[in-house]
């Protein structure tokens, strides 16, 4: 949708519509024991980007399953021999990792053992982050334009790990700094065509977007700590500060949602392409946690339903067995409520990732672009064509590392 020279993001898609996709996919994803995942999840994402407008043109995911699958592969054998060596460097200074600890201080260099292994997982999770959005820019078009990334990966990883060691050292203090830095790295290498995005703004900026997570935070420390020095457990003193720690936990639930949603505000409306061409974005936090919490409690009513209807079944076909007997043993007449409860099992999990999808994943992303608006359209006239992206391990990390989830 156009207005003068501002362009208003549109979203099309239908939870119905996705939610039989999902389903379809992730049956034949089980059927064919996870390798249709890579195919599966290639096919929703151009649902989705394809129900994405802008200016009445939309957007188009062009990756292959193919692609994924073999990114993916090559990321497995990767890590293997990677972690292989690890395990043989803990091995030479006497730390298993596998083997029952018979001392504690074997239990000792066990714990030890797996925080290394875990933290040499560590730059490669950031390298995965950087490398997916970085495969899924070099896979959409919009007006037949290529978006695109530059390689620059393991600048990323060491500096997210830089950055999130200050924010543990300071306790959470300097969360506005990394979640700022990290977010400038990535736009200032992305690209429209031959257009550059640019990240403005200022970090300190979003210490504004953090008031309620302080809020929850210093609701849970007021609470413990009047309910430590307060003598009379009966007092309404002590009923408020016992009722102050999960006010204050769920404040900061909120507060958490509420920073990522008006950080994603802030440096949207921050972005430049091009020097020329501005964004605007506001998404509603009440619109975020209200759509999870209705399309939870959905999904929850729909889950407990299949549930009792499965495990009805399987009761019943069990009812005509004697399952007390002091001889009893596995017989033929069980295989079928096994299989039913297995299968029910299955088909409920498979449902219940479609139904999310279609009742919170989507309607939160159509808030999302229907709260976009482009400024200075008529400038992207000026914008030309990119070389394609090979795309490389074509987010095969990611896949490796479970990051990204089901878009």
């Known amino acids: 949708m156009s207005d003068g020279n501002y362009a208003h993001g549109d979203y099309t898609g239908h939870g119905k519509a996705l939610f039989w996709l999902a389903l379809c996919t992730g049956l034949l994803t089980l059927l064919t024991l996870g390798i249709y995942r890579f195919w599966?999840?290639?096919?929703?994402?151009?649902?989705?980007?394809?129900?994405?407008?802008?200016?009445?043109?939309?957007?188009?995911?062009?990756?292959?399953?193919?692609?994924?699958?073999?990114?993916?592969?090559?990321?497995?054998?990767?890590?293997?021999?990677?972690l292989g060596l690890i395990q043989i460097v803990l091995f030479y200074f006497g730390l298993r990792i596998f083997a029952a600890p018979q001392t504690p201080e074997q239990a000792l260099a066990q714990t030890a053992g797996f925080s290394v292994s875990a933290l040499a997982l560590m730059p490669f999770i950031f390298f995965a982050i950087y490398r997916a959005r970085r495969y899924k820019l070099a896979r959409s078009r919009w007006r037949g334009i290529r978006f695109g990334?530059?390689?620059?990966?393991?600048?990323?990883?060491f500096r997210a790990l830089g950055y999130w060691l200050l924010t543990l050292i300071s306790l959470g203090l300097l969360t506005p700094l990394m979640t700022f830095r990290l977010?400038?790295?990535?736009?200032?290498?992305?690209?429209?065509?031959?257009?550059?995005?640019?990240?403005?703004?200022?970090?300190?900026?979003?210490?504004?977007?953090?008031?309620?997570?302080?809020?929850?935070?210093?609701?849970?420390?007021?609470?413990?700590?009047?309910?430590?020095?307060?003598?009379?457990?009966?007092?309404?003193?002590?009923?408020?500060?016992?009722?102050?720690?999960?006010?204050?936990l769920v404040w900061f639930v909120i507060g958490v949602i509420s920073y990522r949603v008006q950080c994603f505000a802030y440096l949207t409306r921050h972005k430049m392409l091009m020097g020329k061409i501005?964004?605007?974005?506001?998404?509603?936090?009440?619109?975020?946690?209200?759509?999870?919490i209705v399309g939870s409690l959905i999904l929850s009513l729909l889950l407990s339903v299949a549930v009792a209807v499965f495990g009805g079944i399987a009761a019943l076909m069990l009812s005509g067995l004697d399952l007390t007997a002091p001889d009893s043993t596995f017989e033929?007449?069980?295989?079928?409520?096994i299989v039913i409860s297995v299968a029910g099992y299955?088909?409920?999990?498979?449902?219940?990732?479609?139904?999310?999808?279609?009742?919170?994943?989507?309607?939160?992303?159509?808030?999302?672009v229907q709260s976009l608006t482009v400024i200075n359209i008529e400038a992207l006239a000026e914008i030309h064509q990119r070389l394609a992206d090979p795309g490389a391990d074509a987010e095969g990390f990611a896949d490796a590392l479970d990051i990204g989830g089901a878009i």
Not at 149 to 157: E, L, P, R, T
Not at 195 to 205: I, V
């Open 183 to 248: 977010e400038k790295y990535m736009t200032d290498r992305s690209w429209f065509g031959d257009a550059q995005f640019e990240q403005q703004g200022r970090w300190t900026a979003l210490y504004a977007k953090m008031k309620h997570i302080f809020i929850g935070l210093v609701l849970m420390a007021l609470g413990g700590t009047a309910a430590a020095f307060i003598e009379e457990p009966a007092s309404l003193l002590t009923m408020l500060a016992v009722l102050a720690i999960p006010t204050g």
């Open 149 to 157: 990334m530059d390689k620059a990966a393991w600048g990323y990883a």
């Open 278 to 292: 501005a964004f605007h974005a506001q998404p509603r936090t009440a619109k975020v946690i209200g759509t999870y």
């Open 40 to 82: 599966a999840k290639t096919r929703i994402r151009r649902y989705i980007w394809s129900s994405a407008r802008l200016d009445g043109s939309r957007f188009e995911y062009t990756g292959t399953g193919l692609e994924k699958f073999l990114g993916f592969l090559l990321a497995v054998v990767f890590l293997a021999v990677y």
């Open 346 to 368: 299955l088909l409920t999990l498979i449902a219940a990732q479609a139904g999310a999808l279609a009742l919170i994943t989507q309607p939160i992303l159509r808030h999302y």
């Open 332 to 337: 033929p007449g069980m295989i079928p409520p």
